[in-house]
């Protein structure tokens, strides 16, 4: 006779699930313990959640908020109302840098990050704002910055001290010639005089460049910049520039877009960017060429390519342009190309490069346009 074993249902195992009261409190925890502010918003625009970060952050209460509106509690209102809408429609944004203005009138840089949030059983989209305080991390990176900056200006003042000695021995023995011509009885060979002369001249030049080239650099950080016509500026600049590139054979083009609408800038400074880059075109271009300023604008930015038809640069030296003290020129200090790039990040621009030996070299700048969003 067989036996079977006979078989015992195990018993089912106690629900897991977390009581509804229990989860939310589990999760309103949760956020209260987060370094950055959420709100979670309907797609009516009302939050429905307002963490204790977010009230931190901005000064305001959950029904303080719902009565101003969240987009109001930002410098750009428009652009926290486009974030929103577009996680409302299910695109999550990347983090955006805007000010905040708190409930007592102060201004905060914040990272703001919309996403979409689907209710589990709801077609009803929701959004989740989040918001993380960068004015801690802003001001580590000014002092890493000006920190940086020290450093830099102590070597240029050691850079600018050695180059200094080449013209000033170059003068003192022009000066000691033109001296002996004077002092000769019948009064000196005039073209030599004139050589000394014109040959003083151009090292005084190239000592009041270095100057300003140092100064430039140091006074940087404190750029005032004001609202200028960008193309204005640029046929202002060209009337100006005009008589030298015709001297060396050059011609200048310059062809825009209108309007290019107006870009703040500190006029002097960005005028020595130009002629910076004006300077190296006309040494590209030893027998002559053409020299072209290509300006256009969109909603947000203002772009300008500066291109010369000259000799090209090796695509080795490409990576080091910027740096500072390198230079391709053995009279060279290195100093052009790099208070260039400082000139137009002070500006909150960016320049970029592009040559092609034999064909000549585009710099493009790209500026924002004053008082755009975005």
Known sequence: MSHHA???????????????????????EVLAQLTEGVAILTAEGSIVSWNPRAAQLTGYTLAEVNAVGLA??????????????EALAGTP?????????????RRLPVSIRCSPLRQLGSSQRQAVVVLRDLSELEALHRRMVQSERLSLLGRLAGA???????????????????????????????????DS?????????????????????????ELPREPVDFAAYLQAFCRELQPRLAERGVVLRLES???????????????????????????????????????WATATHVFLAISDSGCGIPPEHLPLLFSPFHSTKPEGTGLGLYLVREIIRAHGGE????????????FTLRLPRHGAGG
């Open 160 to 194: 600018v001290t050695h180059e200094i000695r080449t013209p000033l021995t170059a003068i003192f023995l022009h000066a000691d010639l033109l001296e002996d011509e004077v002092r000769r009885p019948d009064g000196g060979d005039r073209q030599r005089i004139l």
């Open 72 to 85: 109001r509690l930002f410098d750009q209102p428009q652009v926290a109302t486009r974030l929103v809408q």
């Open 257 to 295: 877009d209108a309007p290019l609408g107006t870009v703040a800038l500190h006029g002097s400074s960005f005028r020595r960017l130009l002629l910076n880059l004006s300077h190296n075109a006309l040494e590209a271009m030893p027998q002559g060429g053409t020299l072209s300023l290509r300006a």
């Open 6 to 28: 006979e078989l015992e249902t195990p018993p089912l195992p106690a629900s897991s699930a977390v009581p509804s009261q229990e989860a939310e409190a589990l999760l309103a």
């Open 197 to 221: 002369l014109a040959a003083i001249k151009e090292e005084v030049t190239r000592l009041y460049d270095l100057a300003q080239q140092y100064l430039s650099l140091a006074r940087l950080p």
């Open 93 to 105: 944004t990347v983090g955006e840098r805007l000010l905040l203005v708190r409930a007592d009138g």
């Open 351 to 362: 320049i970029e490069v592009a040559s092609t030996l034999g064909v000549g070299t585009t």
